[in-house]
């Protein structure tokens, strides 16, 4: 039986892989005609489209009149259907059959963004302080405190992102490394820059104008970080792409980011050494959602 290895978007080779892999990423949206690909015993890669074997999976699909084919449906304006238990049980299964990987990349991830954290408090927390316990607002220090905010967001946004992109891997089967864990420190951080600046302020500005808008924005502009990682989009196409998948369940989303939220904290209550547990879980459920919204699979409206 022929085996292939291909080059995929992150310009990584995966393979071997057999022809019902490849027909099924095909059909996920992951392949098309102009994927590099190559036979086991072929010396170079070529287009998908170039191997005969797969013309009938790159091929419209026939819909009721034999010999015609049925226009082309975009993925973008279908339906889906969003199971939280489901994503929550599959996200399990997920961690536990690669527990010690993710817990323990997952682990890394969170000590660096505490880090973080204790750094951004250094020069924060006075001013935090002073606001909280003296009720003194100073214009500098509002000023400062929202220049951190807007500096050290796409410091964060980055290092989800490469989280997010190590779980997209380990539901897909592709066996990812640590590396992958740090992916959004490659050519995609320009864009994940971008993307952290201009969801801070516009989701902001939201929050100051009314309570309710800023909360739309969060919730519709969630899968915005998993989607510049994935795809590669820009990063409006990305936060556009978002709001308008997720504005087809707008409260079904945000009750799963609830549930979400719910789950990743849980593993306080057992002296935070569970949430080395809850939170590779809620991660792994949220990419579960993520692949559910912005599948081509997704059931047709």
Not at 27 to 39: K, V
Not at 87 to 96: A, F, L
Not at 159 to 179: T, V
Not at 248 to 256: E, G, Q
Request: aromatic share 12%; net charge neutral.
């Amino acid at each position: 039986m022929a085996t292939y290895t291909l080059i995929g978007g992150d310009q990584k080779q995966y393979g071997p892989v057999g022809a019902d892999d490849v027909r099924r990423w095909i059909a996920d949206g992951r392949l098309n005609g102009q994927s590099l690909m190559r036979e086991e015993t072929d010396t170079e890669f070529r287009p998908l489209s170039t191997f005969p074997e797969f013309a009938d999976a790159l091929a419209p699909k026939t819909a009721g009149v034999p010999g015609a084919a049925a226009p082309p449906v975009d993925w973008r304006e279908r339906d889906y259907e969003l199971d939280i238990g489901g994503c929550i049980n599959r996200g399990w299964e997920v961690v536990k059959n690669n527990f010690w990987p993710a817990v323990g990349i997952t682990a890394l991830v969170l000590l660096i963004v505490v880090v973080v954290n204790q750094f951004v408090g250094l020069f924060t927390r006075p001013i935090i302080q002073g606001i909280m316990l003296e009720h003194r607002i100073t214009v500098g220090g509002a000023v400062f405190l929202l220049l951190m905010i807007l500096a050290s967001g796409p410091i964060y946004t980055i290092i989800m992102a490469g989280l997010f992109k190590y779980y997209l891997k380990l539901i897909r089967g592709e066996n990812p490394g640590i590396g992958d864990a740090f992916s959004g420190f490659g050519p995609s951080i320009g864009q994940l820059i971008l993307l952290s600046l201009a969801l801070n302020i516009l989701t902001l500005v939201g929050y100051v104008l009314c309570v309710v808008p800023g909360i739309y924005l969060a919730v519709a502009w969630f899968f915005s970080i998993p989607l510049v990682i994935d795809r590669q989009l820009h990063f409006w196409e990305a936060m556009e792409l978002s709001r308008r998948m997720v504005n087809k369940h707008w409260f079904l989303v945000l009750a799963f980011l609830v549930v979400y939220a719910v789950l990743s904290m849980a593993g306080v209550l057992a002296c935070c050494i569970g949430i080395l547990v809850t939170v590779p879980i809620s991660i792994a459920a949220l990419m579960y959602a993520y692949e559910t919204i912005f599948s081509d699979r997704a059931k047709a409206a």
